[in-house]
């Protein structure tokens, strides 16, 4: 655990939690992609700890979380973050997320609006009909799309093929999408590996994917968002202005050229200003 630090859990809506929660000032909620856990904030942690109270979550299926039947849908999820911020007897936190947990913190700032006082995204938004536009096929030698949004939304294979396996998928994704691949310790890769070493967990994670054309349902309904937004960006960065435009009037676009999917861990310094400056 880090210094300062301490692992809590709390029961919501229908689920269990776990959170790792330290610092003191304005609550700062901090939501995890995917196939990692609350560890990948673990470099910028202890320096926002100093301006904030800093709330790292395991999301629902993720790590030392529950991983029930169903709920994965990002409303759904976002409303477990909601009832927990209701829990620690916050009226209104800022919030941040990356990958999948930019997903549900975009979910959240815009069906908890009174709750949200800024939100932060990074190299994903939402999903739009843009994940239906993805291509499948390599072209000129090189992946050009994400393949494991196919894989992950196929039923009862994926657990199959990678129980006991998960390390593979772990090194393979750093290498492809992390830039700096050495930012990530054999500490760091071993345990995010026996995270998602498990039929539940595997079959948890993949619901993150098989819910994204509710996702895109519950979008058509949702309002603009009118609190200030900050959309980071690295390899992903065209597909966050694409997903993002339009969705909220107060936003503002960095990209942080060079880096690669995993900002959090690949540029924390860069990370941690952007963030300190933006919930100042």
Partial sequence: MLE??????????????????????DPLVLLPGWPRTWYQFHKIMPQLAQRHQVIAVDLRGMGDSAKPVDGYDKKTMARDIYELVRSLGHGQVNVAGEDIGSMVAYSFAVNHPEAT??????EAGHPTETFNE????????????PWWFAFNELKELPEQLLEGRFRSVIDWLIDFQATD???????????????????????????WYQTFQQDMADLKDYPVLTMPVLALGGLYHPLMVAQMEGKATDIRFVELKGAGHYLAEERPDEVVRELTEFFA
Avoid: C, M
Wanted: aromatic share 10%; hydrophobic share 35%; no cysteine.
């Fill in 134 to 145: 993805l291509r499948l096929l390599t072209q000129d030698g090189q992946p050009r799309t």
């Fill in 181 to 207: 691949p050495e930012a990530f310790s054999e500490e760091t890769r071993a345990l995010y590996a026996a995270a998602y070493d498990t039929p539940d967990a595997i079959r948890a994670g993949n619901g």
């Fill in 4 to 25: 300062g630090f301490t692992s809590r859990f709390a029961e919501v809506n229908g689920t269990r939690l776990h959170y790792v929660i330290g610092g003191q000032g």
């Fill in 117 to 122: 006082r800024k939100v932060a995204l990074w």
